[in-house]
């Protein structure tokens, strides 16, 4: 039965088989559509480290079959009757998280990225146990409060990758102050690590790339780094010691690193910030490794509201151009996405086109 008893996307049915993608409508039913409901018929969708981790089993079980995908683009092609923020036709974004109860003390200030009740786009449960279903699909249902207008000069492969990765990096460098007078560094040049050189370098910072890899040293000065820094580099950290008022850890391999070298690079009460998700847990740390320049570690989780709001403006207004590799998405280009993202061979971000000629006759 199609849309909108049902959706087509294209799932994984196993952990240990997790690059077999089979395009699937049996078991894809979508949550009741209720009064701020949208539904959305997907044109682009970006692929996610967070894609990788679920499937691969790096964050866990997942609940299977699973449709993963959550830096949505697409059309609006129904509203509730209470949903005011967007209308049918609109282009709109959706990315991590698609619900929230927006009810709570944490919701009303304007935390709901962080809400105890919130859903996850994909592998978590609504409240009346329907398991949220990506955007590697024909359509996706959402709370308009988690759908983003998308101004007309952004592209949508452009678009796709901002909704997590984009916000992902956006919020911590706004919520630190980021801008004039701020020394930033974005450690991990790759999905995440060159929308944080855009977003810092856009916001007023003086920027600092900090990576492993020395051939994406043109890459990180295009996209905004006054200086590359090379952790290959012997005694790398010793020129910046108390430099950085705030490193943006987008890396996704920090169970590796002497993060005691990285934190002597950072200012008097300056942050170490993760964003960066491993699937192994951090190095282990003394209290007193935060003793010489007073040092913090901590982290987020996507961004709120306005942030993605403002991000999607700052965009726009200085037309931000990400670097991004497309794939037509089907079994074979799922697979290849996934696959390649795990190993790290992509420049930088990967997005799902050509929606239409994988599901013919949608609505």
Known sequence: MPYPETFEGFMINSQEKWSEFKKQEEQFKPKPFEERDVDIKIDACGVCGSDVHTITGGWGEASL????GHEIIGKVIKVGDKVSTVK???RVGVGAQIWACLDCKICKSDNENYCPHQVDTYNAPYPDGTIAQGGYSSHVRAHEYFTFPIPDNIPSEMAAPM???GLTTYSPLVRAGTGP????????IGGLGHYGLLWASALGAEVYAISHSPDKEADAKKLGAKEFICTKDKDWAKPWAFTFDFILNTADMTHTFNLQEYMSTLAVNGTFHNVGLPDEPLPKLMAQDF???????????????????????????????????????????????VER?????????????????AFPGRD
């Open 65 to 68: 079959p699973l449709c993963v």
């Open 88 to 90: 049918v036709g609109d």
């Open 341 to 357: 993202v795990k190993v790290n061979k992509v420049r930088y971000r990967f997005t799902l086109v050509n929606y239409d000629k």
């Open 181 to 188: 007078g701020k020394k930033v560094a974005i450690l991990g």
């Open 163 to 165: 909704m997590c990765a």
């Open 291 to 337: 003793a010489p320049n007073g040092a913090q570690i901590g982290g987020s989780h996507i961004g709120n509201r306005p942030e993605a709001l403002a991000m999607l403006k700052l965009a726009s207004e200085k037309n931000l151009k990400p670097i991004i590799e497309t794939l037509d998405i089907s079994e074979a280009g799922c697979k290849e996405a």
